[in-house]
Each structure stands twice: as C-alpha cells, then as structure tokens.
C-alpha cells in the first residue's frame, strides 16, 4: 500500500479545481469584452451565469461553478478546456 499516490491525487485534484473557475470567468469577460454576436436576452444570461459562477467560486463550491461558468462558455461558443 502506497499512500503517496491518492495523497498526491488530493493534493492535485481540488486545486486545480479551483483554479479552474477564474479561468473560465477570464474566459468569459474576454469574450463579453470582444462583443459577442449574442442577442439581449443571450447577453443577460451569459452575465448571470458569470455572476453566479463567481458566487460559487468564494463559496468554495467550485464543481458547480465550473458547471454553470461551462454553461455560461457554451452560449458564447468557447470550446471547453
Ligand atoms: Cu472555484
């Protein structure tokens, strides 16, 4: 039994997760800053999801904030990473 191996797994795992939101929400406001062709409503959604995914993220809950910020991405056609 090795325990180095999951310790190394938890050590890696929730980090990354967490770095992983402000990295989407950058995603996000480059592209909200290019003028994306979406409609108004699109728009709002997109703003909503973004603030919400921030909100998550201080939260700590940082696999639904990837899940909503992805939801967020998905209207503005960036491609997932
Ligand atoms: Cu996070």
Do not use: N
């Not at 929400?25 to 995914?53: C, F, N, W, Y």
């Amino acid at each position: 039994m090795k325990p180095a191996y999951w310790l190394i797994a938890l050590l890696f795992s929730t980090p990354a997760l967490a770095f992983h939101c402000p990295v989407d929400m950058k995603q996000i406001d480059d592209a909200l800053a290019t003028g994306p062709a979406l409609s108004a409503e699109q728009l709002a959604e997109v703003k909503t999801l973004r603030a919400e995914g921030e909100t998550l993220h201080k939260a700590g809950r940082h696999q639904e904030s990837v899940d909503t910020l992805a939801k967020a991405k998905a209207l503005l056609g960036i491609d997932k990473i």
